[in-house]
């Protein structure tokens, strides 16, 4: 399975910090938010990611994120020259999904919890149909809304319903087989002129073959798109991490406890970092070997 980030956008409701820097190269705490859904993938398991951006930001997620190597991941680049919905990312990395399943994330979603791991692994290992993550929320008109049958089974996806049809919001986390390409490149223009995420969906569910997989219940889920909900993920991700002494969505560390680098690897990142802080933690890491991958 392959991933893609997408983290183009104009990001307006962060004006005016978003018009020198795109947002997912704003800090979330201690580190740029792009980091918080690479993490995520590579949790999956997931080793080949795209990362989907701006011609004018490309550069500098060059500059932070390089090919990958030193993590023992791939990463490959793509524009996106005016944005056009989020199902476009499936046409813009065609070529690099080719006959592949593929996962999608936004590139301001943060996910943390105690099963994230093990849901997103299950989730990485179904190739056939669709699987969509959904956390419950207090306010669920403002965004897509699964239905469900009264069971576990989908019956639609509902875009921002004056009145929520379930309090089961879908999340920018999305995982599917190697028909999305083709799903996506079938689609209309909504109203709003966009090739809807939520229409791909819906189309896995005609199918019969989209999973809507919950959330558990302590497991953190941020879209930090506004002012407030960038606020809101720093602390949190700061409380976590001053509270429990362990980091949210350390590379060096996923990369270390899903076995894309070895110990000499690791030690040489180590050797990489220019605070005594990050050195002795990952040091700790080293010591841990058993230890689960943080998210």
């Given at each position: 399975?392959?991933?893609?980030?997408?983290?183009?956008?104009?990001?307006?409701r962060?004006y005016p910090?978003?018009l020198?820097?795109?947002?997912?190269l704003l800090?979330?705490?201690?580190?740029?938010?792009i980091?918080y859904?690479l993490?995520?993938?590579m949790?999956?398991g997931?080793?080949?990611?795209l990362?989907i951006?701006?011609?004018?930001?490309?550069?500098?997620?060059?500059?932070?994120?390089?090919?990958?190597s030193?993590l023992?991941?791939?990463?490959?680049?793509?524009e996106q020259?005016s944005?056009?919905?989020?199902?476009?990312?499936f046409?813009?990395?065609?070529?690099?999904?080719?006959?592949d399943?593929?996962?999608?994330?936004?590139?301001?979603?943060?996910?943390?919890g105690?099963n994230l791991?093990?849901?997103?692994?299950?989730?990485?290992?179904n190739?056939?149909g669709?699987?969509?993550?959904?956390?419950?929320?207090?306010?669920?008109?403002?965004?897509?809304?699964?239905?469900?049958?009264?069971?576990?089974?989908?019956?639609r996806?509902?875009e921002k319903?004056?009145?929520p049809?379930?309090?089961?919001?879908?999340?920018?986390?999305?995982?599917?087989?190697?028909?999305?390409?083709?799903?996506a490149?079938g689609?209309?223009?909504?109203?709003?002129?966009?090739?809807?995420i939520?229409d791909?969906?819906?189309a896995?569910?005609?199918?019969?073959?989209?999973?809507?997989?919950?959330l558990?219940?302590?497991?953190a889920?941020?879209d930090?798109?506004?002012?407030e909900?960038?606020?809101?993920?720093?602390?949190?991700?700061?409380?976590v991490?001053?509270?429990?002494?362990?980091?949210?969505?350390?590379?060096e560390?996923?990369?270390?406890?899903?076995?894309?680098?070895?110990?000499g690897?690791?030690?040489r990142?180590?050797?990489?970092?220019?605070?005594?802080?990050?050195?002795?933690?990952?040091?700790?890491?080293?010591?841990?070997?058993?230890?689960?991958?943080?998210?």
């Open positions: 399975m392959k991933g893609i980030v997408l983290a183009g956008g104009v990001a307006t962060l910090v978003t020198a820097v795109s947002k997912q800090p979330v705490y201690d580190k740029p938010m980091f859904p993490s995520t993938l949790l999956a997931i080793r080949e990611i990362v951006t701006t011609p004018r930001d490309a550069g500098l997620f060059k500059i932070l994120l390089g090919d990958g030193r023992g991941i791939a990463i490959e680049y793509a020259q944005p056009e919905g989020i199902a476009q990312a046409i813009i990395g065609k070529d690099f999904v080719g006959s399943a593929c996962a999608l994330i936004l590139g301001d979603n943060i996910f943390f105690p791991g093990g849901q997103l692994r299950g989730a990485s290992e190739k056939d669709a699987t969509i993550f959904c956390c419950r929320v207090a306010d669920p008109a403002r965004y897509g809304v699964v239905e469900f049958d009264g069971g576990d089974v989908p019956l996806v509902i319903p004056k009145q049809v379930s309090e089961w919001a879908v999340t920018g986390l999305y995982f599917y087989d190697c028909d999305v390409a083709e799903i490149a689609l209309k223009p909504s109203g709003r002129g966009e090739l809807e939520t791909v969906n819906n896995y569910i005609e199918n019969g073959t989209l999973k809507a997989e919950r558990s219940r302590g497991t889920w941020y930090a798109g506004t002012h909900a960038l606020l809101q993920a720093s602390q949190y991700v700061h409380s991490e001053t509270r429990q002494g362990m980091k949210v969505a350390c590379l560390e996923i990369a270390f406890r899903m076995g894309f680098i070895d110990t690897q690791l030690e990142l180590i050797d990489e970092q220019t605070t005594a802080a990050n050195r002795e933690y990952l040091r700790r890491v080293l010591d841990e070997p058993e230890g689960s991958p943080g998210s």
